[in-house]
Every structure is written in C-alpha cells, then in structure tokens.
C-alpha cells in the first residue's frame, strides 16, 4: 500500500464551525505532513510530526491544531477559522532514519472553503 | 533561508516539442532535489528525484533531470512532450537532514494538440 489517504475530499465550513481534517497512511512512515496550497501556488509547510511528535510548526496560527494519535494517522482540528484559511489541505509521508533520502508521498488532499 | 526558483511560470508547447524546465536552489550544502507533478485535479506526484551518484536522473514518463552543482539547478527536461504532460510542475529542494521541503512556485506547463 503506497498511499497516502485524506478525509473528508471536500469541506465546507462557517468560521464559527470546529471540524477535522484526517490523514492515514500505512506505509510504516514515521514522518507525517501537513502543507496548506492556494490556488496556482506551491505547497506551504504548516507541521511537521516525527515519530509522533511534532518537530516543525512554521508559525501556524492556533485556529489550526494538528495530532498525531498513533504513526498510521494524523489529524488537523480547524476552528475559528477566516475565509482567507480556504485551500487544498495536503497531507504527505515519508520514511525517518538517518538517511536522508526521505522522499515524501502526498495524499490527494481536503478542499476547504470557510465562508 | 533556502529558496527555490522556477524562472518558467507558464510554458505552452506544442505535441513532441521538447521541454526543458528550469529550477534554481539557494542552498550551498548536501541538497537532495526532487521533480513533482500536479495533474489537474489530481494530487501531487514524483517524477524523479536525486540524492547523489550520477547527476543524470530519468524519472517515469520519460522525463529526466540534471544536476548541476556548480550552477545549483535541477532542470527537467523531456525529448518530445505529449498532450497528457499537461499539469504543473514543481522542482523541490530537502537540505541536509531536515524533514523540510521546500518548493519552487510551479511552473504551468500546456501541451497543444
């Protein structure tokens, strides 16, 4: 199994709505991603989790809180969020060990619109 | 902070043109340089990626890269382009052993029949 799954496709949601975000993969990754892409944009790291720990946030705002219950799955709990928060939400996985070759594999990714 | 460059923002071709993609690095150490695609619609996907050995690197669907370390680029190159290479294209850069990618801004590449 190669790949990364994402639930739910679609989302719509008022900004004063809490949702959840879901990501599973079964590859045995121990590195889980979350990255944030407007439209005609690149992907925008917002975490990173390494053996279930989170190791990166670059600065996300607190309306989006990631988890990561177990290394099959990682979650990002939305709320209060602004219209300018809709994108794609991408979730991605590599391996974790000392070589540093971890090519990441992305899953199709959670369309939101917060209106 | 490292950065990515993809001087080509939309290149439109036509079928069995060749296309060569450009991509720039900032970052003076071990890089590990990767190739996405973004079909519309679709999620993204590897092409091909280097890490080290021969600087000629073939991905699937034809496409290859090269690294130059002395010019820090990885541009992306394929001999005859098809009408199905229509998509988006991005050049991805992973320094030393961090778990961060960072991405060039894409390059929207249209293949006319």
């Known amino acids: 199994d190669t790949e990364v799954t994402q639930t739910p496709k679609h989302l719509v949601m008022g900004m004063t709505n809490k949702k959840s975000l879901k990501c599973e993969q079964h590859?045995?990754?121990?590195?889980m991603y979350w990255y944030k892409q407007k439209a005609k944009k690149p992907p925008e790291l917002m975490f990173v989790y390494s053996y279930e720990k989170l190791s990166i946030n670059e600065s996300v705002p607190s309306r989006f809180s990631p988890e990561c219950p177990n290394s099959s799955l990682l979650n990002l709990h939305l709320h209060a969020l602004q219209p300018e928060d809709s994108a794609l939400y991408l979730c991605a996985s590599s391996q974790l060990d000392l070589v540093t070759y971890n090519e990441q594999f992305f899953g199709p990714g959670t369309r939101l619109t917060v209106l | 902070a490292q950065s990515v460059s993809q001087h080509n923002h939309h290149v439109i071709l036509s079928e069995a043109a060749s296309l060569e993609l450009g991509c720039n690095y900032s970052y003076g150490g071990t890089v590990n340089l990767f190739w996405y695609v973004q079909y519309p619609g679709q999620h993204l996907q590897l092409l091909l990626k280097y890490f080290s050995g021969d600087p000629l690197v073939k991905g699937i669907k034809g496409f290859e890269a090269e690294f130059i370390k002395s010019k820090f680029s990885f541009n992306l190159r394929k001999p005859s382009v098809q009408w199905s290479d229509t998509a988006e294209y991005f050049c991805a850069v992973k320094t030393g052993t961090a778990s961060k990618l960072t991405f060039g801004t894409g390059t929207r590449l249209q293949v006319t029949l």
């Open positions: 590859m045995g990754h121990r590195a």
